[in-house]
């Protein structure tokens, strides 16, 4: 089953707050939907009226925060004025809002196995292929939705680079560190001589 925000009522919402803050404390592996249910404080039988299982909570819970996300980086990409600013807010708004979330924080730092299979091969492609249309819309307003898109790849690639392999020479949350990468290697490529998108 597919879910948006949109879909969701308002008990469906609070289980998902619930599973949020359990992953956030004690990790994906060991949170039930008992421990769901009791964080949420209503019945086990209310959190499958809402989700079927664990793994399609799950999924309705990364829907939800892939459009939390989008609607943070289009947000702060709607008063800039350049591409440049564009995509320096967009990065350094995602990286703040994935290094802020609780549950993929715990993930990363004790839990690394379990998003493995998704940073490699054709997993990884998808994966990027994914964060590449959902801040495509960020940049509609300075590119056509295939160079969009196609900025949006690089964006995700060169972002998930720095956050799981860290640089003791640049700081990808640190925009003046960005802007500078942006400046030297992503509008050279989008914008021609004369400023204009190509």
């Known amino acids: 089953m597919d879910f ?4 969701l009522s308002p008990k469906a919402a609070q289980i998902l707050d619930a599973a949020s803050t359990c992953i956030g404390r004690v990790g994906l592996a060991k949170t039930t939907l008992d421990d769901v249910a009791r964080e949420a404080r209503c019945a086990r039988a209310t959190v499958y009226r809402c989700f079927a299982n664990k793994q399609q909570l799950l999924a309705a819970l990364v829907v939800r925060e892939a459009d939390a996300l989008r609607a943070a980086v289009v947000a702060a990409a709607q008063p800039t004025a350049t591409l440049a600013d564009a995509v320096t807010a967009v990065v350094t708004t995602s990286v703040d809002f994935l290094g802020t979330n609780a549950p993929l924080t715990f993930v990363c730092a ?8 998704y940073l490699a091969f054709e997993r990884e492609d998808a994966v990027l292929r994914t964060a590449a249309v959902l801040v495509a819309p960020a940049f509609l307003r300075f590119l056509t939705a295939s160079e969009a898109t196609r900025l949006g790849e690089w964006i995700a690639r060169i972002t998930l680079s720095y956050l799981f392999s860290p640089s003791e020479h640049f700081d990808i949350a640190d925009a003046q560190h960005v802007r500078a990468l942006v400046d030297d290697f992503v509008v050279p490529g989008f914008v021609d001589s004369e400023g204009v998108s190509r």
Do not use: S, V
């Not at 948006?4 to 879909?7: I, L, P, Q, V």
């Not at 004790?110 to 299979?117: A, Q, T, V």
């Open 4 to 7: 948006t925000a949109d879909d």
């Open 110 to 117: 004790h839990e690394p196995e379990l998003l493995l299979p």
